[in-house]
């Protein structure tokens, strides 16, 4: 069945330092969707992209989505303490199951 | 707008009970819920996706017997843990969408299940 493969488990910046997260996909996704969830909160959606090479930003997020639509990556600049939190990537079908990521641990340091 | 509840947040419960979980979509209407199961610092795993008026689709792995889900209207979809055991215990989320294709999920709030 589909996989999706993302990197890094665990990332830890100073207050400041940029973040990057990367996810990959076995197959070809028909969109991907990053949510985000806070210690002891629900996923929150942030996100989807649907087109080949589509890139999104939102204020210090920037979210892209591979040319083959198997990968996707999400980078935050200058982060802040209130960005802590896990990103998960979910790789969605035609039919509207998503099959999510590990997520990676973001956590700041003020 | 989007506004999945779940009720209800917390639940401990003896071992071989059963247990139901709702949730909610509050102000639009859900064809499609999707339950997941995370465990501690892991991610979500999808568990089966229930459309309104039919039999729930479960993923690979996932009894059926065990984990009954029913979605009898457009705003609600119960999962029921039948006699629960100690590996039971997690944290359940339930995810509803406008309609099954490409749109975004919105969570619920989540049911901690602690079976003793």
């Known amino acids: 069945g589909q996989q999706v493969m993302q990197i890094p488990q665990y990332q830890h910046v100073q207050e400041g330092e940029d973040f990057t997260t990367y996810c990959n996909s076995s197959?070809?996704?028909?969109?991907i969707q990053w949510y985000k969830q806070r210690p002891g909160g629900h996923p929150v959606f942030l996100i989807q992209?649907?087109?080949?090479?589509e890139v999104k930003k939102q204020k210090r997020l920037t979210f892209q989505f591979g040319e083959a639509k198997k990968n996707s990556s999400l980078h935050i600049t200058a982060t802040q303490t209130t960005d802590v939190g896990t990103y998960f990537c979910a790789g969605g079908t035609s039919y509207g199951k998503l099959t999510f990521g590990q997520g990676t641990i973001l956590t700041v340091h003020p | 707008g989007a506004v999945v509840s779940q009720h209800p947040s917390r639940v401990i419960c003896k071992s071989g009970t059963s247990v139901k979980i709702e949730c909610r979509s509050l102000?639009?209407?859900?064809?499609?819920m999707f339950w997941y199961r995370q465990f501690p610092k892991q991610s979500l795993m999808l568990m089966a996706t229930?459309?309104?008026?039919?039999?729930?689709?479960?993923e690979q792995g996932v009894e059926k017997d065990k984990f009954l889900i029913n979605h009898a209207s457009l705003t609600l979809s119960t999962l029921t843990v039948t006699s629960a055991h100690p590996e039971d215990s997690s944290f359940y989320i339930c995810?509803?969408?406008?309609?099954?294709?490409?749109?975004?999920?919105?969570f619920g709030p989540g049911t901690r299940l602690t079976v003793t």
């Open positions: 102000d639009f209407q859900a064809t499609t």
């Open positions: 197959t070809t996704l028909s969109n």
């Open positions: 992209l649907v087109k080949s090479g």
């Open positions: 995810s509803a969408s406008l309609r099954g294709q490409v749109y975004e999920q919105y």
């Open positions: 229930s459309n309104e008026g039919s039999k729930a689709t479960y």
